[in-house]
């Protein structure tokens, strides 16, 4: 999806929208979803699955990709940190998501090193 304003690139997500309420997407490519912030409007094109090559093979995102995973790491291990806290990690446990389950068991109260 596009900005057509700023024409800065795409716009990376999941189209949660549906018609029969059903999971997946009734929105095919090529789709609009028009959005009001403040006072511009948005509009977003849905692309089809031919455009992930080319977001994920751009040069830029190539040039980036170690520092985005690496920064992806960081996020979900201070994650991990915020969620075995005092008073969080018994409710964390008890989420129907099982790798957190057990990403949080693995971890345990092993020290954080920063």
């Given at each position: 999806m596009?900005?057509?304003r700023?024409?800065?690139?795409?716009?990376i997500?999941?189209?949660?929208?549906?018609v029969?309420?059903?999971?997946?997407?009734?929105?095919g490519?090529?789709?609009?979803?028009?959005?009001?912030?403040?006072?511009?409007?948005?509009?977003?094109?849905?692309?089809g699955?031919?455009?992930?090559a080319?977001?994920?093979?751009?040069?830029?995102a190539?040039?980036h990709?170690?520092?985005?995973?690496r920064?992806?790491?960081?996020?979900a291990?201070?994650a991990?940190?915020a969620?075995?806290?005092?008073?969080?990690?018994?409710?964390?446990?008890?989420?129907?998501?099982?790798?957190?389950r057990?990403?949080?068991r693995a971890?345990?109260?092993?020290?954080?090193?920063?």
């Amino acid at each position: 999806m596009r900005s057509v304003r700023s024409q800065m690139g795409p716009v990376i997500g999941k189209v949660a929208l549906t018609v029969d309420g059903t999971q997946g997407s009734a929105m095919g490519p090529g789709a609009q979803v028009v959005l009001q912030r403040g006072d511009l409007l948005l509009t977003y094109t849905v692309a089809g699955p031919q455009a992930l090559a080319s977001i994920v093979e751009h040069p830029e995102a190539v040039a980036h990709a170690d520092g985005h995973r690496r920064t992806g790491v960081n996020v979900a291990s201070f994650a991990l940190v915020a969620l075995r806290g005092e008073g969080v990690r018994g409710r964390a446990l008890q989420a129907p998501c099982p790798r957190l389950r057990a990403l949080l068991r693995a971890v345990g109260d092993a020290p954080v090193r920063g």
